[in-house]
């Protein structure tokens, strides 16, 4: 089954075609990063207005570049939520239409579920069911995924998503959005043990995390030092900060895994390209004799062919949507509205 796949939830417009769920045929992405740096951050209104304008011309890359006709399509998949309102309508709006036009089924995506998916595309050996340790730039989860369509949250952020404070921290240092692939890059040549940053443990649920207060930490430290003019060391902050970061989400990942008693650990999103978090992950895997599935830097962040990857499952569970689809900015990934 053939999926021509569109995602367009935050800064990026991606088409795909992906065949059952695990073949990437083409994966094709225009960005708008370099247009929203300048902002230094995403402005919604332009997001939408670019993935308007880019959007057929993808699709149309997309069926010429593999040869393709709109015949050879068996339905339609599209991130219906969550995102920016705006975004996620562009791609909601041309996916039904497309589907309308080819006469095919249109299949609703949570973009975390795509993320999630990611791994598909990455290890075709990977079957549900796993633990996976979600961590995007709105979304830090540890998700039990119990089949390809049936999941449950044992544990989330209370605040902010590690992937917001990775480019807030990063702002603040004065590198481009998005910050979190730069920080990392400065924390390689930086001494952790230079600055302490807290560790938070929130809450009555174990697997539950929070990130503000180390964000809060980490800006109070930067400001601080400006206030004194003493000259920070960036790479060492930046190592501090990726270390007090991956120290908050491993030993919950440790504990998931013993308490679910999975074989298995994925990790997914954009945060998931974070090499501080891999190499602790690495460790860990191999102290808990547990297979490690880490997607390549390229299925991290936003791509359509992972919309495309679980695209294919949410259609065999029967989850089809007519023409009354609507975009969501907020949505479970349980599919509850928020
Ligand atoms: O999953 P994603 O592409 O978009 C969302 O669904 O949010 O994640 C984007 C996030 C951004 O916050 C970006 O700074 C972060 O992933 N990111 C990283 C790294 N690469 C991307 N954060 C830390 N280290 C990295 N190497
Ligand atoms: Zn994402």
């Known amino acids: ?68 006709t709109r015949g050879d399509i068996d339905a339609v998949a599209v991130t219906y939520a969550p995102g920016l309102i705006g975004a996620v309508l562009v791609g909601v709006n041309f996916a039904k239409a497309a589907a309308l ?12 579920r795509g993320h999630i998916a990611a791994n598909y595309l990455a290890f075709p050996e990977l079957k549900p069911p796993f633990l996976c340790l979600v961590v995007s730039g709105g979304h830090t989860l540890i998700v039990d995924v119990k089949d390809y369509t049936k999941m449950e949250i ?57 990130f503000s207060g180390l964000k809060t930490a980490a800006l109070n430290l930067i400001h601080h030092a400006e206030q004194i003019g003493e000259e920070l060391d960036i790479p060492s902050l930046c190592a501090a900060f990726s270390g007090a970061v991956s120290d908050t989400l491993i030993p919950k990942v440790i504990q998931a895994i013993k308490q679910t008693g999975y074989q ?3 990790v997914a999103g954009g945060v998931a390209a974070n090499s501080r978090i891999r190499g602790d992950l690495t460790k860990a895997a191999q102290q808990l004799g547990v297979k490690l599935y880490m997607p390549p830097l390229s299925l991290c962040g936003d791509n359509a062919a992972m919309i495309g990857a679980q695209g294919y499952y949410e259609y065999l569970a029967g989850n089809i949507a007519d023409m009354n689809l609507n975009a969501y900015a907020t949505k479970s990934i349980l599919g509850e509205t928020l």
């Open 101 to 112: 036009a080819m006469n095919k089924p249109l299949i609703p995506v949570h973009h975390i």
């Open 264 to 266: 298995q650990l994925a």
């Open 1 to 68: 089954m053939r999926i021509l796949a569109v995602e367009s939830s935050c800064d990026e417009t991606a088409v795909a075609i992906v065949e059952d769920g695990r073949r990437v045929l083409i994966d094709c992405i225009a960005s708008q990063v370099d247009l929203h740096r300048i902002y230094g951050g995403v402005v919604p209104e332009i997001a939408s207005r670019k993935h308007i304008e880019a959007i057929y011309g993808l699709a149309d890359q997309a069926l010429q570049n593999t040869g393709l």
């Open 154 to 210: 044992l544990g989330t952020t209370l605040d902010d998503a590690a992937g917001e404070c990775f480019d807030k921290v990063a702002r603040v240092l004065g590198m481009p959005y998005p910050g979190g692939a730069a920080l990392d890059k400065a924390a390689q040549s930086g001494d952790e043990s230079k600055y302490s940053l807290p560790r938070s443990k929130p809450g009555v649920n174990p697997y539950d995390m929070s």
